[in-house]
């Protein structure tokens, strides 16, 4: 997948489903969920064990059936183990009729399950973070964090 390639996926997508996200501000789905709803996306959280619970304003699904506007969802961030990817690709291109991209985060990867989804249409990414390519695409990554514009002027 080309940087340009992440780059349209990026700009295009509206409505994203978090497979896996936490309540928990201090887990990396809850962040990256946080700084992806800032950014404009619509995030809806999918996490069995807090259904019900509201997340930047929408109720969190059980399941991507269960998101009661699936037909706006247009990519799923997996935020699981490596192994329940093959699951949720199949339950995500039944249930999901305007899905256009599957993304795995850092660490998450299944080559079957890809290849599945890049058959049936879908764009895929592997263990990228899509925070962590939004701020390199779009300019706002800096060095370990910091505003490096601050730290250079005060080195000199």
């Not at 619509?42 to 998101?67: K, T």
């Not at 192994?83 to 079957?112: F, K, N, Y």
């Amino acid at each position: 997948m080309t940087d340009a390639d992440i780059k349209e996926i990026l700009t295009t997508t509206k409505v994203i489903a978090c497979v896996g996200v936490s309540l928990n501000p201090v887990r990396p789905s809850h962040y990256v969920a946080r700084y992806l709803s800032l950014k404009g996306f619509r995030v809806i959280g999918v996490n069995p064990g807090y259904s019900g619970e509201l997340l930047f304003g929408d109720p969190i699904a059980a399941s991507l059936s269960d998101i009661p506007d699936r037909a706006q969802v247009d990519m799923v961030d997996i935020f699981r183990k490596s192994d329940a990817v093959p699951g949720i690709v199949d339950e995500a291109m039944e249930a999901l009729p305007s899905l256009r991209t599957i993304w795995m985060q850092i660490g998450v990867q299944h080559a079957d399950a890809a290849q599945k989804a890049r058959n049936n249409g879908l764009k895929v990414v592997e263990d990228r973070c899509p925070k962590i390519e939004y701020q390199r695409l779009f300019g706002e990554l800096r060095m370990g964090g910091f505003n490096t514009g601050v730290i250079s002027s005060r080195l000199s």
